[in-house]
């Protein structure tokens, strides 16, 4: 009765294989395969520009991410060692806390500075962009935070 009870049951619950590491060891931030850069850049080209009246940068879901790098932890520390590299912005999107856009840096400049082109705050935008953007990862800020640690004056941010 033994024997065909281990026949029966499957490899199943047996010994979890181990995954194999292959290329996504390889230098991950450079575009190699399994790299959560070279994922938000092909989600990033299928952004629908023409819906948005090309007004927001492109943006991909964290959750795209995942679908496309086979490890969610991998896919995190990749992410998080392009933010703090200055590479990419993490946003929240809404009130959901699972719901997180992704786009670079430099889209999110060019459409800021598009936005605010021949404007009468295009010059406190700029000093944003110059001064703020490459020292916080944050997209918030207090009016204190920006008054004094970067300088800006009250009729600038109000």
């Given at each position: 009765?033994?024997?065909?009870?281990h026949?029966?049951?499957?490899?199943?619950?047996?010994?979890?294989?181990?995954?194999?590491?292959?290329?996504?060891?390889?230098?991950?931030?450079?575009?190699?395969?399994?790299?959560?850069?070279?994922?938000?850049?092909?989600?990033?080209?299928?952004?629908?520009?023409?819906?948005?009246?090309?007004?927001?940068?492109?943006?991909?879901?964290?959750?795209?991410?995942y679908?496309?790098?086979p490890?969610?932890?991998?896919?995190?520390?990749?992410?998080?060692?392009?933010?703090?590299?200055?590479?990419?912005?993490?946003?929240?999107?809404?009130?959901?806390?699972?719901?997180?856009?992704?786009?670079f840096?430099?889209?999110?400049?060019?459409?800021?500075l598009?936005?605010?082109?021949?404007?009468?705050?295009?010059?406190?935008?700029?000093?944003?962009?110059a001064?703020?953007?490459?020292?916080?990862?944050?997209?918030?800020?207090?009016?204190d935070?920006?008054?004094?640690?970067?300088g800006?004056?009250?009729p600038?941010i109000t």
């Open positions: 009765m033994s024997r065909k009870r026949r029966l049951v499957p490899e199943t619950f047996g010994l979890k294989r181990r995954r194999e590491l292959g290329d996504v060891e390889a230098d991950p931030l450079r575009g190699e395969s399994g790299s959560a850069r070279e994922a938000v850049a092909e989600i990033v080209r299928l952004f629908p520009r023409v819906l948005f009246e090309d007004a927001l940068p492109p943006i991909a879901l964290r959750s795209q991410v679908s496309l790098v490890d969610r932890t991998v896919a995190d520390r990749q992410l998080k060692a392009l933010q703090e590299q200055g590479e990419i912005r993490i946003v929240q999107l809404g009130f959901d806390l699972d719901a997180q856009g992704i786009m840096t430099e889209d999110y400049r060019t459409r800021v598009k936005a605010c082109d021949g404007r009468p705050y295009a010059a406190a935008v700029q000093k944003f962009l001064s703020v953007l490459p020292a916080c990862g944050d997209l918030s800020f207090q009016q935070q920006m008054t004094q640690t970067f800006f004056r009250d600038e």
